[in-house]
């Protein structure tokens, strides 16, 4: 069974924002394959189904992105998620717009959902994918970047960045995440 979470931040209005990229992939996913994220439980949003023949839980944390890890755990410790099962898409800054890194392990970098990530599941040995964001002309300004409006043009980016992270999802539990970063890397 595969865990597959995307990390963002609950209200609404932060749908539409950069650091909600994680969220976007996996209802892009969700809808796909017809499952349903409405049940609650592991402080999060969830649903059950199967992907390629595989069993997964699809969750979208519902604690912040600061606190992602915490859903996370809860998850895992009950359904009893092996490391290499888990599977977590967020957005990243050092990314151009629309492209997308698949990678087996790393570190947190200065994203604070996966510090927290990280730091909840005590190791950086799981699957990630990171849908790059850019970064602003002003990098005094990350807040309002990340958590601000999108303008329309690089709203189509970041809407095939989401679509290329999905499409990595369903090729890393059809293949595995070797030949997925060599296909989407």
């Known amino acids: 069974m595969y865990l ?19 969220f976007w992939t996996i209802n892009k996913l969700a ?31 519902q604690t912040y992105m600061n606190l ?14 092996e490391q290499e099962k888990i599977i977590i898409v967020y957005d ?7 492209i997308i890194k698949v990678r087996k392990k790393g570190g947190a970098g200065t994203h604070n959902g996966m510090k927290s990530v990280v730091s909840n599941l005590g190791t ?33 980016k970041l809407e095939n960045g989401t679509t290329l992270a999905k499409d990595a999802i369903i090729e890393i539990i059809k293949n595995g995440v070797d030949i997925a970063m060599n296909k989407f890397n």
Do not use: C, W
């Open 4 to 22: 597959i979470v995307g990390l963002g931040n609950p209200e609404e209005e932060y749908n539409n924002t950069r650091h909600n990229m994680g």
């Open 31 to 61: 809808n796909q394959y017809n499952i349903e994220i409405s049940k609650k439980k592991f402080k999060g949003l969830y649903g059950a189904g199967t992907i390629e023949n595989e069993k997964v839980i699809i969750l979208k944390p």
């Open 68 to 81: 992602s890890g915490e859903s996370i755990r809860e998850a895992i410790d009950f359904y009893k998620i």
């Open 92 to 98: 990243d800054l050092d990314i151009i717009s629309g």
């Open 124 to 156: 950086q040995e799981f699957t990630r994918i990171r849908v790059g964001i850019g970064l602003p002309q002003n990098k005094n300004d990350l807040i309002n970047y990340v958590i601000g409006p999108i303008p329309k043009e690089e709203k189509i």
